[in-house]
Every structure is written in structure tokens, then in C-alpha cells.
């Protein structure tokens, strides 16, 4: 590519899909932080005559740092028009892609791993893996698509008695019953195409001539608002620098770029010095290693790794130290793009490397002309013979990819003398606004000898002098006080291990319960099977029914030509709208204005509430939902304006221009208990009431009362919201392209506003890249004020959220508080139940209130609670609105009974697993909506996981290990599963279908459901299949449109394949029935006619004045075991095993684990929201994978009105994550009992890293100062 008119302040990601029309490179985030956008950069370096290829987050290179260099992006490696790679084949048919937003990214991080390493161990594909993100598979799929690119399967190599995993025999789970066979492959890998090195694109002959022969010189690159000038020599370099003082030196861009793009910070001129050798220097000398700032992260982790194989470890202690971090130091794409000069220079308060190049002695050299640069840094090597000790400590709130929340470097120097301290060094990062040295407290201890009382001291010095306030960004801050000892601790028992292995008379040895302290919880161990039943004998072998058929659109994902909304090619004149949200919770606004936003370049308009006059809201339920803020506005992040401009840097620009005065009001309400303090509620109160709840109470053998806090969850659907919307200049027709689970609702709310029939509005859907219930309601009000502007000039308008904004924007799953009284007998049967739900559901009602109906009506799970009261109140509060969310209340309403549980198995000294038992609803039964159910399968269930876990035996190598390690302990938890699946109303389980056949046979069918990554279409095709007798490859469907299908409902709640499925089998019945007679006169003719529609609906509702009804279709049961080990000093847990047996999908499940452990979300005391990105909020990355995943699927239901016996999924798998909760739950109270603790353990959720440390209270928990309440203005406030 030859670009004349580079402009400094691009980045190769808009420049690829805007300029370069190269969609396949997706936005996930634009910070880094997700992976969507990787691409491999391949630069020759005409000194070596060596190519080195490298992955890249696209979002942050700036295309001026490209000059030169080969960038491959998805499109580049295979393509179906020609022949695709095998990554790409691999992650399609291994079931690697659901929704497939994140899959390009995920094909070229693992293609650019294989091009520098084609023989990969599974450790380096999921370490190359670690920074992108997935929120739809759970990764066991992708990882099971890498394992095949491995010598060695990479399973269960490690497995003590030698037999792998993947052997039936040992996995232990047996075969279903009536015969049929069960198969842990969904994929056959013979049929792969071969990986072969020497078929790959070849680095560009014309830019390594290029490197060669043009002379080196500085070059230039300008636009109106900027300079980037990149120097050859270190001279030139400081010479810029001399002249630009205030100038950046760029290299990895990863420090500056994500400051310019989300603080506003602008550079005029950039200095881009990567292309001087002498920044890249390597020299080995005797006392050390001299690195060039200007090298990678990823090459001075390869650099360290490869000394410390040449030297003694006891020499090479710092780079030890160095590797360890720079091993979970973000994702392969940022360590390449990163340099060491940027990483250190730009003192990141939670920087992992700087503590420790600051305790191990490490020097930078720097040169200068009147402002410095950096240049080199000495990394020297230890002097073990002398006893010097270096460790490295860190803990953030997911073990890779993610800042820490407290880190440490470490290093003491003993000499000569017995264990006398002669140097001490401590730093710390995250604790302070760089990295932090407790000097003096070091100082204070030289002399002293290595023992308890010395630890004791130096952990008061050093909370002393790393005083951190309350109100200290980042919060958490009781936690990194304890962190900040508790690391201190692990480095005092690491070199007391080692002097005592040493002398063993001089040292007091090491209790060996202390000794697992110092292991490693994480391991890269990655075993999974997935046991599911094959069709029997009898099925026709072209019937695709039941078999794991591969997503239709995988390849396509996979090779980045499946098409999202925002890769749709610009429309003529389109115009780009951006909003401007409200920064305050509660205000009245005094004044908007607009005029310097509106004389910026490009702007066409801003649209405000005054335009959109009478058609400013919409009402869906029972309140009208306004769009743009009037005179108020009641939550930070609300919609008050719109501007729209030619592109979206110029909306942008402008819409940082509009001016808006506010006046605080009363009352700001945040949480629920502020909300129940000022009686803030939606209507109505909603209750569920079974048997005699208060004569129950009078009989039982104990009460308790308890509550449990559950935060809420972002969707974190990797495509934002995005629509375009093309007025078609005719009879005032409109089309809408959206990403959308609910185009119907899209339809009504665009029509309403520009007061046009349905007819006239348009709603197409091609596909979604993730929705999980964030598209459905929150996406019209988008579209609605999209479609106005639209409407307004005539033409066509995109509107694309970015990540910061869509988080803010557009609320999440509901928190909970839930509060219940359980009546129970000594034997552990709760007798009486009386519950109350309260969510905060936000500033507007959305679906809030059938939230919690849904949580009401299933919140009894598993279980049956003979007398029970239930209530639901659906919180106002100063939030952005809360919506639906996977699992729709369940995941909370069943937390909440599960905790109950617990509660109630400590009080009676029961398992909980044994009260869960006895509690449990016994084949024939009522709900307490008086609905039937028959539970065998649920009892089923329960019965096979207790089995296939081994759970007596695990329990006793649970106990028995934590008898023997006091730091960590496991944990184990096994919770049942009733999902009750439907909508909940007769008019939600209806559904729609057309079928066309054309004369050449060839099949076109459309439905009303949505492809958002459930694989709804590839299932419906499946249908047609069946149904017709004809082969998948003759049916084809292009996607959803209301203008094919109408009067579709949302697609949601795990039934869209059900709904939709019936639909498209009636109506290819219908079409068969009509057809019969032609077909039988001619069964070789072809096909003939058309036909259309048919709809086909559960029959379901509930009374709720009665409280009754038939609201579920059916139930699916399942249970799930999860073991877990945690760090009792620094919160951290791995999950070691997982096993469901159960009508679940692992996404879901993965994504119930985010939600109980590490998804935080932090709101300010002014309601705002911190956490808008994945750098802070924290979904699952690929490895928080159980180290080990069995998945045994049940056979089908015997549910005869569903389609050929199916089950709904999506939803039910994300409450059985809660297993995880439990587990950990379990080790807790093990550490607790231990420590004497042996009260009732009320945890919340989400169980992070935070809540497992403080509540595994010992003597560093006691040791830190303490806040009084009020006593500060903490960073955030628990939701
Ligand atoms: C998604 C993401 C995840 C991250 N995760 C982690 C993590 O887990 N742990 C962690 O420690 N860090 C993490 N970081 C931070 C990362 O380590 C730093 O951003 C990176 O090391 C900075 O290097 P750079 O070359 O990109 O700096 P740039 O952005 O190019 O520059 C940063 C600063 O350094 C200066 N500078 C650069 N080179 C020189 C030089 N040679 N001489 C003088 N000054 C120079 C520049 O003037 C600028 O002020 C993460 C960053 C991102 C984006
Ligand atoms: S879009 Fe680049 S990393 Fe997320
Ligand atoms: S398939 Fe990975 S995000 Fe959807």
C-alpha cells in the first residue's frame, strides 16, 4: 500500500476497515485490551537478514509506525474464494466460533504463533491466546482447535497414572442408556488440512529491497494538527527531542496511544525513534546484561529466558524474578508491541517490571540534550554466593492479562554474615502514583537477623511508610494493605525455604503446612471432555439432526467474511452520530450549548430532546422511556444530545464541545439499601406464596435470617451496539441494519418516532456479534434517535458505540440484594422460606420488573420448599438502567436460595450437598406456581455427578489437603439445576417462518429468530434438512428481516431455536403436504412452489394475582461439581476441575463463573461508572479455563412439544458457574475453621480475589489499619 497522505493521528484499525475496506480486523475495545483487532506485523531487519513476525493489537498502532513493514491481516491468510488456512478450518470445525466477532482476532494470534513456531506446545498457543477475549465459547473449543496443532495432544500427559484423559475408561462417565454410543470428538482431525510451513505468504520481496537498499533518513509525516518524525541515529533522536521537549517518544504506542484515545490527550508532535539499532542493543557482560530500551517486552522476556537456561539460577534470581511477570504481563500482542524504555519510562503506577528493576539493582542509562531519553538498561546478575535473594509477588483480579492490583519486587542480601540482613530492598506497585520503595523501613532492618520477629517489624515499618489513604484510586484499599504484608510474608518463608536447605543448623526449619504458600496456584494444564449421545442406528445418514454440525458461518468467522453491522460499506453521504451523555447522576440541567460544537469541521447537526419534541420517548411496558434528556437527568451516562458529522472523528471531536451546566438534586440514590431508605421502587411489588409460611415458622426446629449482596454483570457482547440507518428517499421508506436480538421492537420504536406505519420501517439483521440480552431493549433507544437524524437531512446515518460508552450507556444484569428467614428441622429440611428480592434496577424501568418476576418464579431451583413466601421489589435508583442478561434473574434468585442453603447445612453440621439432597424436589411435584414437574432427570442428574466425580472420595482429598497446607486451601461445592425454560406469557412463545423453494431446488428460509452466535440458523437449517429430505448445501439463509418475517419476538431466553424451529418444520410441512400430491406423480421431478409462514407457540402464562399458572414449558435439570484452590494470602483461586452433567453449553457456564468471581463492575459515591473497558472490568480470559472441563451432555428430553425432543440451553448453564462461588465458599470456611473462626461465613458476590483474602482473616488481616466508616470519601461504592 502506497498511502500519500498519511495523517500521524491514524490507527491502523480504522484504517484497515474504513480505508482499506478490510473488515475481517475487528473493534472490540480500542485499548488493547480484547484482542479482536490482531493482526501480525512482520519486519525485516536488513543488518540480521532477518524477518521478525509478531502479533499487534491493530487499535493501537499508529500507521506511521508501519513504514516499511508487512501487515497481514485475516483476510491475507485464507479466504473461501480461495483456499482457506488450516487455523481457520480448525477453529470452525473444532466449534472455536460462536457469535465469531473475537474469531479473526483469535485465527491470527494463533497464525502468527505458528509462523515463528510450527510445532507449538499447547502453552505457548494459549499463552498466545492470553490477550484475546471470547465471551461466547468458554475457550475449551478454541483450545481443543490449538491442541491440534500440537505434537502431543497436550492433555493429560501430567496425569499420575499415565492414562490420558480423553480414554472413556477414565473420565469415568458412563455410557448413556438405550444403546447409544457417546463420543468426546465433535470433529474429525484426519480431515484437516495439513499445516504446512512452506505454503505461507512470503515477507513482500519489494520492501525487504526497499530495507536494503534506501538510505536510512529521517522521516516525516505531518497533517494539519500533527508531526511524527522518526529518527535513524541517536543523535537526530535527542536533537528532536531537544527541539519538542514536551514531545512523546513513541514505541509501542501502548502508553501514549490509550491516553490519546481516552483521556483526550493530544501530542502535536511525536518522536517515533523504533527504526534506531542502538535501542535494540543485546549485550551479555560479565556482571550482567545490557537491553536497549527501544526492545520488546516479548524479546526481552526471550532474551531472559534464554540466559537463565545458560546460567545458575542463583546467578540469574532478578531475571527469575523478570520472567515470571513478564509471563502474565498482558497478551502476547501488547508484550511485542510494548518496549522495555516505554514500559519503564511511563511509570505506570502498577508497572510489574519497575519494582523489580528497582530492587535488583538494575541501572538505566540515559541520554541527554537538555531533556533525556532512555537508552539502555543494565540488568545485573545476582551474586549468589554471597546469599542474595530475589522474588516477585503480584495479584490482580484475573491472573493474566490484567494490571496488578498490588505487585512486588523483593531482594535481600545476607554477605557473609549468618543470616544478617546487609541490603534490603522492597518496592511496590499499585499502591501509590508509580512504583513505591520502602526505603526506610529497609534500612531500619539491615542487621537484623532472618527470623519471625524481624518479619514482624518489618511488616509494621513498611504499612507505615506505604501508607495508603481510603479514598486511594483503585480502591480495594484494606486489601492491598493486607497484600502489601502478605507478599512481604511469602518472601520471608521463600528465603527461609532456601537458607534452610542451605544450613540446615542455622535456620529454623518450616512447618511443612507453610510450605505450600510458596507454589504456584496456576497451571497451563488443560483437560476437557465433552460426552454427548450419538443419533441411533435407525437415523438416515444424510440427517443432520443431532450431530455436531459445524456453525455455517464458522469458516466464515473464521476467515473474517461473515459481515457485522458496522463492516456494512459506507452509503453515500452517510453521516456518523455520536452522544453526548450526562456526567452527573441527578442534576437539572441549566443550560446546553452547542455553538462550538456545531462550527466544528463536518459537524451537520446536534440533535437534542427539543427536536425530537413529542416523539421523545416510547413506551414498551408500562412507562415511557425518554430518549434525550429534557430539563433532568437521572443517571451518569444518560442520553442528552446527539451529534452528527460527516465521520465519526469529527462527531467525536464536536461532541467533547457541547457544553452542558448542571444543578445537583436530592436524592442521589445508588444502592439498594438507599433505595429501600427512600422507599424508591417501581410498581408493583410482586409476590409468589405457597402452603402457610408463618404457621411453618412455629413449628420448625431453628430459624436464621441472612442476606448475600450479588454485584451486577456487563454483557461485554464483543460487538458494541451499531446500526446504519438508510432513509431509501421514496414513500418515506426507511431500512434499518442493526445489531440486535429483537428487530421487531426496532421496527415499532423507529416507526413511533418518525410517526410512519410499520410498513414503512425496515429491520434487518444479519447476524450479532454477541447480545446475551444487552440487544434487545437498550438498542432501540440508539436506533431510535439514529433513524430521527436520519429522517431529518435525508440521509444515511451509522451509529457505532465505542466499548467506554456502550459499558456506560447501557446498564447490565440487575444487582441483588436478597434477604430471607429459613424455618428448617435439625435434619436439615427447610420447612418454611420466606424471601425478599430487591434489584436495583436503574434510573428506567426496561424489563426490570419481569426480572424479577422471572427471579420469583425460579427461585426455588431445585428444591421444594413446602411453605413459601417470596417478594420482589425492582429498585429506582441513579443508575443507568438495568436490562435483561442471560439467565434473566435466575443466576441471582438462585444464589441467593443456594446461600440460604449453605446457611442452613452449617447451622445443622450438614454437608450442604447433604441438605441440598434432602431438600430436593422428588420426581412427580408442584411448583409453587402450582405448575407440574416430574424431576427423575434432576435426581438423575444429581445422582450421575456425585458418581462421575467421585464426590465422597474428592471431599476426603479435600479435607485431607487441607489438613496439610495452611496458605491454601480447596474447596468443593456440587449445585443442582431446574431451569424452567419459556417466556413466561402466552404472547412471547410464538414464532414465524418463511420457506422458500425455487425451481432449481434450491431452498431460502428466514425465521423470526436472530444469529447472534447460538448457531440459531445453522439449527434451522438443519430443520429444513430433515424436513425436506434434502442436503444442508440446498438451503440457504440470509438472515432476519421484518420485512420477511413479521412480528417476531425478541430473541432470548433459550428458546429461539425451539420457537423458530417449529416454525420452519410447519412450514416445510405445509409446503411438503401441498406439494404430495405433484411429488408422488413424479417423485425425480424438482421442486415447484413457494410457500410461506407458519406459526406455532408455547402455551404458557401466570396469574400473578393468584400466583399460579403454567409460565414454563418445560425444565431442564443438570448439576455441576467444581473443585477450586485458593491462596489464602493473596485471594487467588484457580478452578482445578469442573464437571457438569448437565442440558448446558460452557459459554454460559464460564460466563456464570465471571459473574459470581471476578466481573466487578465500580461506580464512584457519584454513581460513576470506573469500570469501562476490559483493562478494568475483567470477563474470563482463556485462563480462567478449569484446568480440567467434563461436560457430559444428557440424552434428548421425552418432551414432546419441543423440536425432536430439544432442550434450551443458553441461559441455565450460567447459574451452575455459581458451583465455583460454592467451592470457593467451602475453602474459605475451611481456612477460617482453622484459624478458629467458626461463626456463620456470609460471603457476596462476585467472590473476587478481594472478598477470598479478607475473609480468610489471620494476622496480616489484623495488622492493617483500618477506616473508620465516614472517616474518608472512598473511591467506590459497593452496588
Ligand atoms: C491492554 C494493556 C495491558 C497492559 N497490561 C499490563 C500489565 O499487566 N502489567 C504492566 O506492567 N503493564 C501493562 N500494560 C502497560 C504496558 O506495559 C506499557 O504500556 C508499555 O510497557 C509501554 O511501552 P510502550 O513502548 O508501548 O510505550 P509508549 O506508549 O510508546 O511510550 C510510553 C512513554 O514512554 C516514553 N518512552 C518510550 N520509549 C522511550 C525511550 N526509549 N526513551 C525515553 N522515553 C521513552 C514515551 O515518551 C512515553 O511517555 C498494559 C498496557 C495495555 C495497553
Ligand atoms: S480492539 Fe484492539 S484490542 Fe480490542
Ligand atoms: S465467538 Fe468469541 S466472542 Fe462470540
Redesign the pocket.
Known amino acids: 500500500v502506497i498511502e500519500k497522505n498519511v495523517d500521524p493521528e491514524t490507527m491502523l484499525l480504522p484504517y484497515l476497515r474504513k480505508k482499506l475496506r478490510l473488515t475481517g480486523t475487528k473493534y472490540g475495545c480500542g ?3 480484547c484482542g479482536a483487532c490482531t493482526v501480525m506485523i512482520s519486519r525485516y531487519n536488513p543488518i540480521t537478514n532477518r524477518i521478525r513476525h509478531h502479533p499487534a ?1 491493530a487499535c ?1 498502532i499508529p500507521i506511521c509506525s508501519l513504514y516499511g513493514t508487512a501487515v497481514t491481516t485475516v483476510e491475507g491468510i485464507g479466504s473461501t474464494h480461495t483456499r482457506i488456512h488450516p487455523v481457520q478450518e480448525r477453529i470452525a470445525k473444532c466449534h472455536g466460533t460462536q457469535c465469531g466477532f473475537c474469531t479473526p482476532g483469535m485465527v491470527m494470534s494463533i497464525y502468527t504463533l505458528l509462523r515463528n513456531h510450527p510445532e507449538p506446545t499447547l502453552d505457548q498457543l494459549t499463552d498466545a491466546l492470553g ?1 484475546n477475549l471470547c465471551r461466547c465459547t468458554g475457550y475449551r473449543p478454541i483450545i481443543d482447535a490449538c491442541k491440534t496443532f500440537c505434537e502431543t495432544s497436550g492433555c493429560c500427559q501430567s496425569k499420575e497414572n499415565g492414562v490420558c484423559c480423553l480414554d472413556q475408561g477414565i473420565n469415568g462417565l458412563p455410557e448413556f442408556e438405550e444403546g447409544s454410543k457417546t463420543s468426546p470428538k465433535l470433529f474429525a482431525e484426519e480431515e484437516f488440512l495439513p499445516l504446512d510451513p512452506t505454503q505461507e505468504l512470503i515477507f513482500p520481496p519489494e520492501l525487504m529491497i526497499m530495507a536494503e537498499k534506501q538510505p536510512q533518513r529521517t522521516r516525516v509525516f505531518g497533517s494539519e494538527r500533527m508531526m511524527w518524525f522518526s529518527p535513524v541515529t541517536l543523535k537526530e533522536l535527542l536533537e528532536f ?1 531537544f527541539k519538542y521537549p514536551q ?13 490519546v484515545k481516552f483521556k483526550g490527550v493530544f501530542h502535536p508532535v511525536i ?1 517515533s ?1 523504533d527504526r534506531i539499532e542502538e ?1 535494540s542493543v543485546v549485550n551479555h557482560t560479565h556482571n550482567g546484561l545490557t537491553l536497549g ?2 526492545l ?2 516479548a524479546q526481552v522476556k526471550d532474551i531472559l529466558a534464554d540466559v537463565v537456561q545458560k546460567l545458575p539460577e542463583e546467578k540469574t534470581q532478578t531475571y527469575h524474578a523478570l520472567l515470571k ?1 513478564l509471563g ?4 502476547s500482542q ?2 511485542n ?10 511509570r ?1 503506577p ?5 519494582p523489580i528493576l528497582a530492587v535488583g539493582n538494575c541501572t538505566l542509562n ?1 541520554l541527554s540534550k537538555g531533556k ?4 539502555f538498561l543494565h540488568v545485573p546478575l545476582n551474586c549468589f554466593f554471597q546469599l542474595e535473594f530475589v522474588s516477585a509477588f503480584r495479584q ?1 483480579q484475573r491472573q493474566e ?4 492490583i498490588v ?1 512486588s519486587g523483593m531482594r535481600v542480601f545476607f554477605g557473609e554474615g549468618h543470616g544478617i540482613i546487609r541490603e534490603l530492598s522492597i518496592s511496590y ?1 499499585g499502591v501509590g502514583p508509580a512504583t513505591i520503595c520502602a526505603k526506610n523501613s529497609c534500612q531500619k532492618l539491615i542487621g537484623r537477623h532472618w527470623n519471625e520477629e524481624m518479619l514482624d517489624t518489618a511488616c509494621r515499618l513498611v504499612l507505615e511508610e506505604v501508607s495508603l489513604s481510603g479514598s486511594a484510586p483503585g480502591g480495594k484499599v484494606e486489601f492491598k494493605r493486607t497484600l502489601i504484608i502478605s507478599f512481604l510474608f511469602k518472601f520471608y518463608l521463600e528465603v527461609s525455604q532456601i537458607l534452610k536447605k542451605m544450613d540446615p543448623v542455622h535456620y529454623p526449619s518450616l512447618a511443612d503446612k507453610y510450605e505450600s504458600a510458596l507454589e504456584d496456584l496456576h497451571s497451563k494444564h488443560h483437560c476437557s471432555t465433552l460426552k454427548y449421545q450419538h443419533m441411533g442406528p435407525k437415523q438416515h445418514p444424510e440427517d443432520p439432526i443431532g450431530h455436531p454440525i459445524m456453525h455455517l458461518s464458522g469458516v466464515k468467522h473464521a476467515t473474517g467474511e461473515a459481515i457485522y453491522c458496522d463492516d456494512m460499506p459506507p452509503v453515500d453521504q452517510e453521516l456518523f452520530l455520536t452522544f453526548v451523555t450526562s456526567s452527573r447522576a441527578h442534576a437539572k440541567i441549566m443550560s446546553i450549548d452547542l455553538s462550538e460544537a456545531l462550527s466544528m469541521p463536518g459537524v451537520v447537526d446536534v440533535i437534542t430532546a427539543e427536536h425530537l419534541s413529542d416523539v421523545n420517548s416510547f413506551c414498551f411496558f408500562t412507562e415511557a422511556e425518554e430518549f434525550l434528556a429534557t430539563d433532568k437527568v437521572f443517571c451518569v451516562g444518560q442520553l442528552v444530545c446527539a451529534v452528527l458529522a460527516d465521520s465519526e472523528v469529527q462527531a467525536k471531536r464536536a461532541a467533547k464541545q457541547v457544553k452542558i451546566v448542571y444543578q445537583d438534586l436530592e436524592p442521589l440514590i445508588l444502592t439498594i439499601e438507599e433505595a429501600i431508605q427512600h422507599n424508591s421502587f417501581f410498581e408493583p411489588e410482586r409476590k409468589l406464596e405457597y402452603g402457610n409460611v408463618d404457621e411453618a415458622f412455629k413449628v420448625v426446629d431453628q430459624i436464621l435470617e441472612g442476606e448475600i449482596h450479588m454485584g451486577g454483570q456487563e454483557h461485554f457482547y464483543m460487538e458494541t451496539q451499531s446500526m446504519l440507518v438508510v432513509p431509501k428517499g421514496e414513500d418515506q421508506e426507511m431500512d434499518v441494519y442493526v445489531s440486535t436480538q429483537f428487530p421487531k421492537y426496532i421496527q415499532d420504536i423507529v416507526a413511533s418516532t418518525l410517526k410512519l406505519p410499520a410498513n414503512k420501517v425496515m429491520c434487518h439483521v444479519k447476524r450479532v456479534g454477541g447480545a446475551f440480552g444487552g440487544k434487545a431493549f437498550k438498542t432501540g433507544v440508539f436506533a431510535a434517535v439514529t433513524a430521527f437524524a436520519a429522517n431529518k437531512h435525508g440521509r444515511a446515518v451509522r451509529c457505532v458505540l465505542e466499548r467506554g460508552e456502550d459499558m456506560l450507556i447501557t446498564g447490565g444484569r440487575h444487582p441483588y440484594l436478597g434477604k430471607y428467614k429459613a424455618g428448617f428441622m435439625n435434619d436439615g429440611r427447610i420447612l418454611a422460606l420466606d424471601m425478599e428480592h430487591y434489584s436495583n434496577a436503574g434510573n428506567s424501568l426496561d424489563e426490570s420488573l419481569l426480572v424479577i418476576e422471572m427471579g420469583l418464579l425460579k427461585m426455588d431451583n431445585a428444591y421444594k420448599f413446602p411453605n413459601l413466601r417470596c417478594r420482589g421489589w425492582a429498585c429506582r435508583t441513579n443508575l443507568p438502567s438495568n436490562t435483561a442478561f442471560r439467565g434473566f434473574g435466575f443466576p441471582q434468585a438462585g444464589l441467593i436460595t443456594e446461600s440460604c442453603i449453605m446457611e442452613v447445612a452449617a447451622k445443622c453440621g450438614l454437608s450442604p450437598e447433604k441438605v441440598r439432597m434432602i431438600n430436593m424436589y422428588k420426581e412427580i411435584d408442584q411448583t409453587p406456581y402450582k405448575q407440574e414437574i416430574n424431576a427423575k432427570n434432576l435426581i438423575q442428574c444429581w445422582r450421575e455427578c456425585m458418581a462421575v466425580s467421585s464426590y465422597s472420595l474428592r471431599k476426603a482429598a479435600v479435607e485431607k489437603f487441607n489438613a496439610e497446607n495452611y496458605w491454601k486451601k480447596k474447596g468443593l461445592a456440587m449445585v443442582p439445576l431446574k431451569y424452567p425454560v419459556g417466556l413466561g406469557s402466552r404472547a412471547a412463545g410464538q414464532a414465524a417462518a418463511l420457506v422458500h423453494i425455487y425451481l432449481d431446488g434450491s431452498v431460502l428460509v428466514t425465521h423470526g429468530g436472530i444469529e447472534m452466535g447460538q448457531g440459531v440458523h445453522t439449527k434451522m437449517i438443519q430443520v429444513v434438512s430433515r424436513e425436506l429430505g434434502m442436503p444442508i448445501s440446498n438451503v440457504h439463509l440470509r438472515g432476519t428481516s421484518t420485512e420477511t418475517v413479521p412480528n417476531a419476538n425478541v430473541s432470548g431466553g433459550s428458546v429461539v431455536a425451539d420457537l423458530n424451529g417449529l416454525a420452519v418444520k410447519d412450514a416445510c410441512q405445509t409446503l411438503l403436504k401441498r406439494l404430495k400430491p405433484i411429488i408422488s406423480k413424479n417423485p425425480k421431478g424438482t421442486w415447484k412452489d413457494w410457500n410461506s409462514v407458519s406459526s406455532r407457540g408455547y402455551e404458557s402464562d401466570i396469574n400473578w394475582e393468584k400466583g399460579e399458572g403454567h409460565p414454563f414449558e418445560y425444565f431442564v435439570y443438570g448439576a455441576a461439581c467444581s473443585e477450586v484452590e485458593i491462596d489464602c494470602l493473596t485471594g487467588d483461586h484457580k478452578v482445578i476441575e469442573m464437571l457438569l452433567t448437565v442440558d448446558c453449553i460452557e459459554g454460559a457456564f464460564i460466563q456464570g463463573m465471571g459473574l459470581y468471581t471476578i466481573e466487578e463492575l465500580n461506580y464512584s459515591p457519584q454513581g460513576v461508572l470506573h469500570t469501562r473497558g ?2 478494568q472490568y475483567k470477563i474470563p480470559a482463556i485462563c480462567d479455563t478449569p484446568t480440567e472441563f467434563h461436560i457430559s451432555l444428557l440424552p434428548p428430553s421425552e418432551n414432546s412439544n419441543t423440536l425432536y425432543s430439544s432442550k434450551g440451553l443458553g441461559e441455565s448453564g450460567v447459574f451452575l458457574g455459581c458451583s465455583v462461588f460454592f467451592a470457593i465458599h467451602d475453602a474459605v470456611s475451611a481456612a477460617r475453621r482453622e484459624r478458629g473462626l467458626h461463626g456463620p461465613l456470609s460471603l457476596n458476590s462476585p467472590l473476587t480475589p478481594e472478598k477470598i483474602r479478607m475473609a480468610c482473616e489471620d494476622k496480616f488481616t489484623k495488622m492493617i489499619p483500618r477506616d473508620e466508616p465516614g472517616s474518608c470519601v472512598p473511591w467506590n461504592v459497593p452496588i
Not at 247 to 259: C, Y
Not at 337 to 346: D, N, R, W
Not at 350 to 354: A, E, G, Q
Open positions: 485499548g488493547g485490551g493489537n493501537l490477550g527531542k514531545a512523546p517518544v513513541i514505541m509501542g504506542n501502548t502508553s501514549v496511544g490509550p491516553q518522536i525513534p535501542l530500551a527501544g520488546s517486552l511477570h502474565t504481563l498482558a497478551g501488547i508484550r508491541m510494548a518496549s522495555l524504555g516505554g514500559h519503564i519510562i511511563s505506570h502498577d508497572s510489574d517490571l519497575n540515559l533525556w531519553c532512555s537508552v490482580a492479562n490484567a494490571l496488578a505487585n506497585g476490559p483493562d
